[in-house]
Each structure stands twice: as C-alpha cells, then as structure tokens.
C-alpha cells in the first residue's frame, strides 16, 4: 500500500537556517562584552575617564551658533515623541503584509527603550555638568544613552528591512549609509549638547547592536527556504 503525502506536514527548513542564529548570538555576545565594559569601568577606568574627556572636549570644540542649530534638530529626531512616531507608522505599514515583522519591528524599538529605562537605574550615572550643557539637563539618569540607543533601533530595523528589499544594490547601500550618519548624528549631538558622556552613547550603541544580532539573526533562522 502506497503512503500517502501528509500535506500537514511543516514546512522544510534546511539546517543551514541554524547558522544566522548562531552569527547573531555571537555577535550579540561579543557587543554585550563591550556594553559591560563600559558599564563596570564608566566610573573608575582611567581609559574610559580619559576617552571621555579627550571625546568630550574635541566635540565641544566643534560649538558654532550653526552646529547648534543643527545638533538640536538632529537629536529631536533620535527623542521620544519622533521615535514613537516612526514606530507607529512603520509597523502600520506593516502590519497588512508583514504581521511578524511588524512584531519584530515593535520589539525590536520598544524592547530597546524599555532596557535602557532599567538599565540606567541600575547604573545611576549622573549626566555631565550643567553648566556645560546647551540645553536643559533631562531629569533621567545618563547611561546610557536612550536617544542614541532609540536611532539605532529604528535604523537597525529600517535596515533590515532594506536588505530584505528587492530594491538596486547601490539604492540599498545609501539608504543603509544615509541610516548609519543619521545614528552617528545623534549620538553626537548628545556629547555635543553636553547632556551625555561619550561612554554613553558608545554603551548604547554595543547594547543596541547586540539586541539587534539577536532579533536579525532569530529572524533570519526562522525565515521558510524555498523548496527546490
């Protein structure tokens, strides 16, 4: 007797797709290292005072009426109110089609915001002094940086998203170049401000980069494979 074809079967994934995991979590670790480095040195290290100090005045160096101007602008666009606005219209974008993605895309931004908010708790780092800063000092602790980690996470998933395109190449790398000096642009903008420590920022980047290798890779791994 012939077996008949179980056509509930799941789908076939080769185990190749084990492999973005993998990369991911690798990565993952090794940009966790670099955030806990950071995190366990901020305050006594001679190398990371030092790299703040040195970062801080070379940027500060930069202050013009203009570069103001334009550091305020740039470091509205990494700030709750845009962010949560970006968010919300790019999962609704979305959400017809892509209802995991959008899923991820939620996690990916909201998961971000939520672990700086503990995370600066659990550091309690004051932010650089006020008499330095160009605006109002925030009332939240300063590590580490949630403007910077918020643009990360948008650029991350817009990047992504992109690769996954079917756009040209040359399109997809300016627009994956043009996401890369809009993240730089706002963590700058914080030093320059003076509101945060270059640490900060550097921590929120390797934590926000982390957090992406994992959520990319998981992706990546539970992506279906075309059936030859």
């Given amino acids: 007797m012939r077996s008949i074809p179980n056509a ?9 797709r084990r ?30 005072i030092g790299f703040d100090s040195r970062v801080s005045a070379t940027v500060i160096a930069w202050r013009s009426p203009s570069a103001t101007l334009l550091a305020r602008a740039v470091t509205t666009t990494g700030g709750t109110l845009v962010v949560t606005l970006l968010t919300v219209v790019l999962v609704a974008a979305l959400w017809r089609r892509r209802h995991a993605f959008a899923l991820s895309a ?19 780092r004051i932010r650089p002094p006020a008499d330095n800063a160009l605006v109002a000092l925030p009332h939240s602790l300063s590590f580490p940086s949630g403007h910077s980690m918020s643009s990360l996470c948008v650029a991350g998933v817009l990047t992504y998203l992109t690769l996954r395109s079917s756009m040209r190449p040359a399109a997809k790398a300016a ?11 706002v963590g700058l903008s914080r030093v320059y401000l003076g509101v945060h420590w270059p640490s900060d920022v550097a921590a929120s980047w390797f934590l926000g980069l ?9 992706s990546e791994a539970r992506r279906e494979v075309p059936q030859a």
């Fill in 19 to 48: 492999t973005p995991l993998i990369v991911g979590i690798v990565i993952a670790l090794v940009c966790f290292a670099g955030f806990w480095e950071l995190a366990e040195d901020f305050a006594s290290s001679p190398a990371v």
């Fill in 175 to 185: 627009i994956i170049v043009a996401l890369g000096l809009w993240v730089a642009a």
């Fill in 8 to 16: 509930t079967a799941p789908p076939h994934r080769s185990p190749l």
């Fill in 106 to 124: 939620l996690v990916a931004i909201a998961g971000g915001a939520l672990m700086v908010s503990l995370l600066k708790d659990r550091f309690g």
């Fill in 210 to 218: 982390g957090w992406l290798a994992l959520l990319m890779g998981y």
